[in-house]
């Protein structure tokens, strides 16, 4: 099972999960541990949705642009130097951005299970401001939270968030 979870509620991966899905979907050696401090929402971050059946927000990622773009370009098959780049800029494109949003889409594999409500990946956003009423309530409310330091092998390390709601 990817995550502990009861029933009916969105489960958050443990980092061993997170690690193995990430390594396999990139093909780069991957470090995922919790992470001590929060990552906030602002212009550097990312956000993607996840939506339920009904079109409801059942959880939210946050992901520093840094990881973003080497999550990216490590499916991209883009070098670790146009993944620097990329981040520099602050903005997703391309490529990058394709194989950032790929991974988001397959992260929703470690957000179900067999007693809990089917999601999908909807939306990336380059800002979390941007991601709509129901992302920053999920920001402001009672979620339940688990926050992660992810490191892909030959690209670099940053932050990543998980968010559901309680």
């Given at each position: 099972?990817?995550?502990?979870?009861?029933?009916?509620?969105?489960?958050?991966?443990?980092?061993?999960?997170?690690?193995?899905?990430l390594?396999?979907?990139?093909?780069?050696?991957?470090?995922?541990?919790?992470?001590?401090?929060?990552?906030?929402?602002?212009?550097?971050?990312?956000?993607?949705?996840?939506?339920?059946?009904?079109?409801?927000?059942?959880a939210l990622?946050?992901?520093?642009?840094?990881?973003?773009?080497?999550?990216?370009?490590?499916?991209?098959?883009?070098?670790?130097?146009?993944?620097?780049?990329?981040?520099?800029?602050?903005?997703?494109e391309?490529?990058?951005?394709?194989?950032?949003?790929?991974?988001?889409?397959?992260?929703?594999?470690?957000?179900?299970s067999?007693?809990?409500?089917h999601?999908?990946?909807a939306?990336?956003?380059?800002?979390?401001?941007a991601?709509?009423?129901?992302?920053?309530?999920?920001?402001?409310?009672?979620?339940?939270?688990?926050?992660?330091?992810?490191?892909?092998?030959?690209?670099?390390?940053?932050?990543?968030?998980l968010?559901?709601?309680?």
């Amino acid at each position: 099972m990817p995550g502990s979870a009861a029933a009916g509620r969105v489960p958050l991966p443990e980092p061993g999960a997170l690690r193995e899905l990430l390594a396999q979907l990139s093909g780069h050696a991957v470090g995922a541990q919790r992470a001590a401090a929060r990552l906030e929402p602002g212009p550097t971050v990312q956000a993607a949705t996840y939506l339920g059946r009904e079109g409801e927000m059942l959880a939210l990622c946050l992901c520093e642009i840094e990881l973003a773009a080497y999550l990216g370009a490590a499916l991209a098959v883009l070098p670790q130097r146009v993944a620097k780049q990329i981040a520099d800029t602050g903005r997703l494109e391309g490529p990058a951005e394709q194989g950032y949003r790929e991974t988001m889409n397959v992260l929703a594999s470690l957000l179900c299970s067999d007693t809990t409500p089917h999601l999908r990946f909807a939306e990336s956003f380059p800002d979390p401001k941007a991601a709509g009423a129901a992302a920053l309530a999920l920001l402001s409310g009672p979620a339940r939270r688990a926050d992660y330091r992810v490191e892909i092998g030959g690209f670099g390390a940053g932050a990543l968030a998980l968010l559901a709601g309680s």
